[in-house]
């Protein structure tokens, strides 16, 4: 199993930045891919940006040249820098694992992101 815990989000106005910060503890060193997922209000969850298998990065269409994607291993954390950010950003943040031989989706608490316009 892997426990992740978020910090980061809030409000901010639109062009602004904010940083997500989301640390594993657990099984880290099964850890298969890892990333951020986001809900906006009445849509379904969707990918955000994520270290998929092999250390490859997805990002959604919508953020790409505006959000990166990071970690820093010796934390056991990865990090999400949300930059030029618009209202259409606006949702709740999950932070998102899954082990290697564990066909189990692990979540973070999520976390409120709100652009003003």
């Known amino acids: 199993q892997v426990q992740l815990v978020v910090s980061g989000g809030g409000l901010v106005q639109a062009g602004g930045s904010l940083r997500l910060s989301c640390e594993a503890s657990?099984?880290?060193?099964?850890?298969?891919?890892m990333g951020w997922y986001r809900q906006a209000p009445g849509k379904q969850r969707e990918v955000v940006a994520l270290?998929?298998?092999?250390?490859?990065?997805k990002y959604a269409d919508s953020v790409k040249g505006r959000f990166t994607i990071s970690r820093d291993n010796a934390k056991n954390t990865v990090y999400l820098q949300m930059n030029s950010l618009k209202p259409e950003d606006t949702g709740v943040y999950y932070c998102?694992?899954?082990?290697?031989?564990?066909?189990?989706?692990?979540w973070g608490q999520g976390t409120q992101v709100t652009v003003s316009s």
């Open positions: 998102y694992a899954d082990l290697y031989g564990d066909n189990y989706d692990y």
């Open positions: 270290f998929t298998s092999g250390g490859n990065i």
């Open positions: 657990g099984s880290i060193f099964s850890i298969n891919k």
